[in-house]
């Protein structure tokens, strides 16, 4: 049998951001640009006989530089989501996030755009990682809006056609630090790209969401899911028009399962997101053939959520603490 290898490194400049390829010889490749997020804007694995998209790519980066939550995988924090005019409290201090002066909300946190640092790469018959991170006091811009110094980490491992995202989040302060994670990838409904992406089947394991107000935000009550809203069986991608923030996740052996089936070509992939992460938004793009399975630690706007007295786990590092978690992506395949 012949040996799997595997590669990592710096692969070339696109619109002037380095990229970095995770590569397993012919059978799978993740795509990273740390300068813009440290977004891992493609992920493709080959059937044997065909590449097929898992992430649904930008059409190039100058377009996720300026679109930086509509492709890719971005990761948010320090809070995902919105938080209602960019307005909170914690210890008995307020404190304000930017935002534009018509909007209700701010969205998806401060280090979208930010360039993290590659700190290590290596490869071996095992697998191959990428890892890279961002120290909060380099830049200014986001300790004034959120004065915790923090480090988080990020670690892409492949192995065996299996991508999988570490994440690990340290206070390096001196207080106690509030904070919620979540991230935010795009998977194509058309994996193979000739398969019918209306009749994906699409499958998130919750058996609640939150009512949200007119500005996407939690109102604080939790409903059952009834009708298209229920997705533990399944779904049909083309009856679906979602931006629901479920909860009450069901885990199986320690992770939930999100799953996109192609049922006319037997393919289908799952992000698995371990019990770290208590909500799974769903959100379906407009006029495209892709759906996001957003794993979060918190609902939108938790921490005015928990000031109302209402539990919506906000986690609380005390300095030096670090928080982790880890989501995984694969491609499946099912004969006809």
């Known amino acids: 049998m012949a040996q799997t290898s595997y590669s990592v490194g710096k692969a ?9 390829s995770i590569e397993q010889d012919g059978k799978a490749i993740a795509e990273i640009v740390p300068a813009l997020g440290n977004n891992c804007y493609a992920f493709r694995v080959s059937d044997g006989k065909n590449w097929l998209n898992l992430i649904d790519e930008p059409p190039d980066l100058e377009t996720l530089k300026q679109r930086p939550t509509a492709f890719g995988n971005p990761i948010l924090f320090p809070f995902p989501n919105r938080i209602r005019n960019g307005k909170w409290e914690f210890e008995g ?14 969205i ?12 290590k790469h290596e490869a071996n018959e ?3 990682t990428l890892r890279c991170s961002l120290n909060s006091q380099d830049f200014p811009d986001v300790s004034r809006q959120y004065p915790f110094p923090f480090k988080i980490e990020i670690i892409y491992t492949l192995k065996d056609t299996v991508l999988k995202m570490e994440v690990a989040i340290t206070n390096t302060g001196d207080g106690n630090m509030p904070m919620g994670f979540g991230i935010h990838p795009y998977f194509s409904t058309n994996l193979t790209g000739t398969a019918d992406a209306s009749k994906a089947v699409i499958t998130v394991p919750v058996n609640k969401y939150w009512e949200l107000d007119d500005v996407l935000v939690p109102t ?16 049909p991608f083309e009856k679906l028009k979602l931006d629901h923030v479920f909860t009450d996740v069901e885990l199986v052996d320690g992770v939930s ?10 393919h289908g992939m799952v992000m698995e ?28 706007d938790a ?15 005390s300095p030096g603490e670090t928080f982790s978690a880890t989501v995984r992506i694969m491609l499946t395949y099912n004969s006809k």
């Open 12 to 20: 070339w400049d696109s619109h002037g951001f380095d990229v970095y």
């Open 220 to 235: 604080g009550i939790q409903k059952d899911v009834t009708g298209t809203l229920d997705l533990r069986n399944g779904q």
């Open 273 to 300: 997101s371990d019990a770290q992460f208590r909500e799974l938004v769903v959100y379906t793009p407009p006029r495209r053939d892709a759906i996001c399975f957003e794993p979060y630690t918190c609902p939108t």
């Open 303 to 317: 921490i005015n959520l928990e000031a109302k007295g209402i539990p919506a786990g906000v986690i609380v590092l």
């Open 93 to 106: 201090k307020t404190y304000q996030f930017d935002k534009e002066p018509e909007s209700p909300t701010t």
């Open 126 to 128: 095992t697998g191959a």
């Open 257 to 266: 399962r999100c799953r996109i089936e192609n049922r006319d070509t037997g």
């Open 108 to 119: 998806h946190g401060l280090l979208l755009n930010r360039p993290y640092k590659v700190d």
